[in-house]
């Protein structure tokens, strides 16, 4: 699961970014960059939400969802077809 680990480190990259920069940049620079970090590690993206920052990708017949809020991440899964 190195992939998936390396996703949520990059993704939580941009969340802290977000935090300190989000009155100067443009949120879909965001969407662009974990687009290519997903796709980058074999998964497919859906979507980059800033309120609550949260990101949804599928990989491997699964779906999955981070949240990230204050220091915690939460990540949920679930089987797609």
């Known amino acids: 699961m190195k992939e998936m680990e390396q996703i949520v480190d990059r993704v939580g990259y941009l969340y802290d970014r977000w935090q300190d920069e989000h009155e100067y940049e ?5 969407k ?19 309120s609550p920052f949260r990101l949804w990708f599928k990989k491997d017949k699964k779906e999955y969802r981070l949240t990230f809020k204050g220091t915690e991440v939460k990540m949920e899964e679930s089987t797609c077809e």
Do not use: P, S
Request: proline share 0%; glycine share 4%; net charge positive.
């Open 32 to 50: 662009k960059f974990a687009r290519k970090e997903v796709e980058k590690h074999g998964a497919t993206y859906k979507e980059l939400r800033k």
């Open 26 to 30: 443009d949120f879909a620079e965001y």
